[in-house]
Nanobody, 125 residues
């Protein structure tokens, strides 16, 4: 069992930056691939980025590539999402997720077993 708690969301102007963090409970964090997803009002939850168990492999959605960076610290049981050059269309609730069956990185929601409660990110124009 893994429990995930996101933090760091808030209101930011377009062009600004935010850093989201996800703290995981449990001693097996380092065996889970991690992902970030987001859901805007009226839209499906979508993949943002993922990172492998070692942190050596990452994958990003085209819409955030070059602007967002995922890192993890297995010693601290945390995964972070650094977001730069934010746009109003990045406004959404952001969720972190843990997948115990993932080899490398995964983009599909069904690949992830545990989810956090989400943190709101609002980007004003």
């Amino acid at each position: 069992q893994v429990q995930l708690v996101e933090s760091g969301g808030g209101l930011v102007q377009a062009g600004g930056s935010l850093r989201l963090s996800c703290a995981a409970s449990g001693r097996t964090f380092s065996s889970y691939a991690m992902g970030w997803f987001r859901q805007a009002p009226g839209k499906e939850r979508e993949f943002v980025g993922g990172i492998s168990v070692s942190g050596g492999s990452t994958k990003y959605a085209d819409s955030v590539k070059g602007r967002f960076t995922i890192t993890r610290d297995n010693a601290k049981n945390t995964v972070s999402l650094q977001m730069k050059s934010l746009k109003p269309e990045d406004t959404a609730v952001y969720y972190c997720a843990a997948g115990g069956r993932v080899i490398g990185t995964a983009t599909m929601r069904s690949s992830y077993d545990y989810w956090g409660q989400g943190t709101q990110v609002t980007v004003s124009s």
